[in-house]
């Protein structure tokens, strides 16, 4: 009776997961993105919008207790989960993954630092110039990144709005990103 009890329990969190994640893919693979904002539409470029978007369901779960933690380490441990077999598709072998990982790991956290002190100094300047550092750092002036930070913010504020629970229930929502905004 127990392993059945528990054995839907997994599964209910297993879904849950899922569907929280596949939402946060949903929301790093808008279109806009890549053919109005110039986000290169290159595995790089989808990892730093899959960043993007991981960093502010993070953000939003940071500091709640209970089940809300344990999403946000499940969350994490599935992004991380992703791109090691992302990296796989791509060809990389057994043996340079894990190297490739690391580095990944490491240019993740170095943005969420960036990405979350400029946010909470609501510092547009500073938020901007650390997107266009990090999603285009080889294009010198990348007007769009402007766009991409009020995105953000406008993100941030989205997310804030919605209840733990219903995020802890599978329910998260990101803004729409539009096609044209000044």
């Known amino acids: 009776m127990f392993q059945r009890f528990f054995g839907r329990e997994r599964y209910a969190n297993r879904a849950i997961t899922e569907a929280l994640y596949a939402q946060i893919v949903a929301a790093a693979r808008q279109t806009v993105f890549y053919s109005h ?3 290169p539409d290159t595995p790089l470029g989808r990892f730093e919008m899959l960043s993007l978007h991981m960093f502010l369901f993070q953000h939003r779960l940071r500091g709640e207790s209970g089940a809300a933690q344990e999403v946000a380490q499940v969350l994490i441990d599935e992004f991380f989960l ?3 077999h992302s990296l796989r598709e791509l060809g990389i072998g057994d043996v340079g993954v894990p190297k490739r990982m690391k580095k990944l790991a490491k ?5 969420t630092a960036a ?8 510092d547009h300047e500073g938020l901007t110039a650390a997107l266009a550092r990090n ?4 294009a010198g002036a990348w007007l769009e990144a402007s766009l991409l930070a009020n995105y953000v913010t406008d993100a941030r504020n989205h997310l804030a709005a919605q ?8 329910t998260l929502t990101f803004p729409a990103a539009k096609e044209v905004e000044q």
């Open 163 to 170: 209840t733990s629970e219903s995020i802890v229930s599978g």
């Open 135 to 138: 999603v285009r750092p080889d």
């Open 115 to 122: 990405y979350d002190d400029a946010l909470e100094r609501n």
């Open 37 to 39: 904002w110039n986000v």
């Open 82 to 84: 992703d791109v090691d």
């Open 107 to 111: 240019m993740f956290y170095g943005r």
